[in-house]
């Protein structure tokens, strides 16, 4: 362990990383993160609760973050130290060992060991449960460049790696990942990959962690009309698809869907959608969100009806009625009898009116989704109080159940 | 033997509806307990397009009626078109039954006479009703395929409703089409011919007895 302490004060804007990955060997996408703010955290790991400045920490102790995920960091070697980054170098500082620039004033830094490895780490940190992505800033102990790596794990497996140049002044440097899958981040390694000064170990900073949310955020779906389409994609890993009315549950806040038009319909807009484009939506959940797809398709539907025929024994008449559908779209039809005389009803169905109007109130035979090119026979009957004609004026009706 | 011989030949002149060629016939075992309600379309025509067993000539023409409502009378007629789309041309004049009687929700045959009508074999017969007392509500019964001679489309009718003929489905298979009865009867010639032939058997069978 080195007692040297930074004196290099360089301006926080300064610095061009050049930043490099490496792809991992899983199919989840992880990309950098070279700020804090594109961090967006949601929960740090404080290396104060280490203890006070200089409290020296074994090669592998145990964490909580600020949401209460447990972590466990292992160091290269013992000899590791929790410290306080001060804002001057000494005489002016006190209570601080780490006096690097680009550090938060008076944040805290986890000084590591300068044993093994030239003291270029790694400092190894493994959730206790997976989470989407961390980092934190790094610098090593010696003014001048170096570069810095992170590398995420799904348990043993590699998701992939990023490093980070720093200026040449050696200011601290952000390095993060994300893993836009999933949560699938169980484990990162910072470590230092060159050091162009005479470095013996780095500090770490507060570490940012992005972890899954407790929150369960609901997703509801619709498909405009039914069966015209589907809307599938995740709700944060949670699979989502649907083709009339659906509800996701998730405890991720990021959606992306996308609509996939039926044969015969064509995609038409979104609703509900905070980021729509074209047949693709992306949404970030703060609670329940409601999303619909409109698809389009051509419908035109005929209808024929045969003779009332008399059942001798009921005196009930019935009549088939045949409605086809010659577009290219799903149509959810019904034939509405409009003006039936007085003491003449439907029997069968019944109980069944139509509000759609005018007029309003007639009896109607649902006859349900009828695909382009299909057609649906089925049966209706009347009955009269006296020697009336069955006579009335046939709607079909075309557009979304009843 | 004299005895029997005389009996067959008054069986065969007593009989001559019982001979009659069936040009085509519903199946009377094959009622499907539906029918055709003038009143409720109102339709002022029901009928049906058949085929004959062969073109030729009818005598007799057998229909039959369902009262749907009080007991009473009616007049009836019947025409024969060519068939078309779906009807065609007409054939000679309507045949006419005037005053039939006929029960509250019962059912009534009656036969025209067509006295010599030549037809062809693709056919359309339309019954017609009229002069309704209160409330008889005539219909056509209907029947079930196979017929027992000719032909038609199962499960369908022709309808003349105003003004225009169409053919309809009445429903479901074995709803059924309405009933009809076409026949025609021997000529009188074939009748001298079976008669002298018939005596000629008898002197024939009384000769032998003689010498015997």
């Known amino acids: 362990m080195s007692n040297f302490t930074r004196s290099t004060q360089f301006s926080l804007a300064a610095g061009l990383f050049l930043l490099t990955a490496t792809a991992g060997n899983v199919s989840d996408t992880v990309v950098q993160v070279t700020t804090l703010t594109n961090q967006a955290a949601d929960s740090t790991i404080n290396w104060t609760q280490l203890g006070a400045d200089q409290t020296a920490v074994s090669a592998s102790f145990g964490v909580t973050s600020t949401a209460g995920l447990s972590a466990t960091v292992g160091l290269a070697a013992t000899g590791g130290l929790a410290t306080v980054v001060c804002s001057t170098a000494p005489p002016n500082a006190t209570n601080c060992s780490w006096t690097g620039t680009g550090l938060p004033t008076g944040s805290e830094a986890l000084w590591t060991t300068d044993g093994a490895n030239g003291g270029h780490g790694p400092v190894t940190l493994t959730f206790g449960s997976s989470i989407f992505g961390a980092g934190a800033l790094i610098q090593a102990d010696a003014p001048g460049q170096f570069t810095a790596q992170i590398q995420a794990f799904n348990g043993a497996a590699s998701l992939g790696s990023f490093t980070a140049l720093s200026d040449s002044a050696g200011d601290a440097v952000y390095i993060g990942l994300k893993d836009t899958t999933a949560a699938h981040v169980s484990k990162v390694v910072f470590s230092l990959t060159a050091c162009h000064g005479s470095c013996a170990d780095f500090a770490l900073g507060t570490i940012q962690l992005n972890t899954p949310s407790t929150t369960a955020y609901v997703l509801n779906l619709a498909v405009t009309p039914a069966n015209g389409g589907t809307i599938s994609g995740t709700l944060n890993g949670a699979p989502a698809s649907c083709s009339s009315t659906c509800s996701v549950t998730g405890t991720g806040s990021s959606a992306t869907l996308t609509a996939t038009p039926a044969a015969g319909y064509t995609f038409a807009s979104w609703t509900g959608c905070p980021t729509p484009s074209g047949a693709t939506c992306t949404a970030t959940l703060s609670g329940t969100l409601n999303i619909s797809a409109a698809f389009t398709g051509s419908t035109s539907l005929t209808y024929t009806q045969g003779a009332l025929v008399q059942n001798r024994s009921t005196g009930i008449f019935s009549r088939t009625v045949t409605v086809t559908n010659s577009g290219t779209a799903i149509a959810a039809s019904a034939y509405v009898a409009d003006g039936l005389p007085v003491g003449v009803s439907m029997v069968s169905p019944s109980g069944t009116t139509d509000s759609s109007a005018p007029p309003s109130g007639s009896p109607y035979l649902e006859l349900g989704a009828i695909g382009g090119g299909g057609s649906v026979t089925k049966t209706i009957q009347f009955s009269r109080t006296g020697t009336q004609a069955i006579t009335y004026t046939t709607r079909i009706l075309g557009a979304g159940p009843r | ?212």
């Not at chain 2, 779906?86 to 054939?91: A, R």
Request: overall charge negative; aromatic content about 10%; proline content about 6%.
């Open chain 2, 1 to 212: 033997m004299r005895c029997a011989s005389f009996l067959l030949l008054a069986a065969v002149f007593a009989g001559p509806a019982a001979a009659n060629i069936a040009l085509y016939s519903s199946n009377p075992a094959n009622d499907a307990s539906n029918d055709l309600v003038f009143s409720s379309g109102p339709y002022t025509g029901l009928g049906d397009s058949i085929i004959l067993t062969a073109a030729g000539v009818a005598n007799y023409a057998n229909v039959q009626f369902y009262n749907d409502g009080a007991a009473g009378t009616f007049d009836t007629s019947l025409t024969f078109l060519n068939a078309g789309s779906p009807v065609g041309t007409q054939i000679g004049s309507p045949y006419t039954l005037t005053g039939l009687s006929i029960g509250a929700n019962s059912e009534v045959n009656a036969t025209f006479q067509l006295g010599t009508l030549s037809l062809p074999t693709d056919v359309v017969f339309i019954l017609e009703v009229s002069n309704l007392s209160l409330n008889v509500d005539p219909g056509v019964e209907l029947y079930s395929d196979p017929t027992l001679a000719g032909t038609n489309t199962a499960d369908t009718a022709i309808f003349f409703q105003s003004g225009v003929y169409s053919q309809q489905s009445t429903g479901v298979p074995g709803s059924g089409n309405p009933f009809f009865d076409l026949e025609e009867a021997p000529e009188p010639s074939m009748w001298l011919v079976l008669s002298a032939g018939m005596l000629a058997l008898a002197a024939a069978g009384y000769r032998k007895h003689r010498r015997a």
